[in-house]
């Protein structure tokens, strides 16, 4: 089993930025992708960053150029850097880890950015 552990959301202006962090816990692969999803009202779930356990990285394209995904020295945790925020980044932001064990996810945590 995976628990994963999301924090760093919260209400920012247009223009701001804030940084995600998610901590996995439990039995953790050396080999795991890690990722970030954003879920909205109205809009379908859908995939923000993600990495994999050998450090590539995809975006969506509407991030590109803002957002950032890292991880840490451990593989067990994962950062998104989300800079020069648009109203339309509001979502819920969801850390995902897949691996050998399955797919799991974190509970989310709310980003609101203002306009």
């Known amino acids: 089993q995976v628990q994963l552990m999301e924090s760093g959301g919260g209400l920012v202006q247009a223009g701001g930025s804030l940084r995600l962090s998610c901590a996995a816990s439990g039995t953790i692969l050396s080999i795991n992708n890690m990722g970030w999803y954003r879920h909205s009202p109205g809009k379908q779930r859908e995939l923000v960053a993600r990495i994999t356990s050998g450090g590539s990285t995809n975006y969506a394209d509407s991030v590109k150029g803002r957002f950032t995904i890292w991880r840490g020295n451990t593989k067990s945790t994962v950062y998104l850097q989300m800079n020069s925020l648009k109203p339309e980044d509001t979502a819920v932001y969801s850390c995902?880890?897949?691996?050998?064990?399955?797919?799991?996810w974190g509970q989310g945590t709310q980003v609101t950015v203002s306009s």
């Open positions: 995902n880890q897949d691996s050998a064990l399955g797919i799991y």
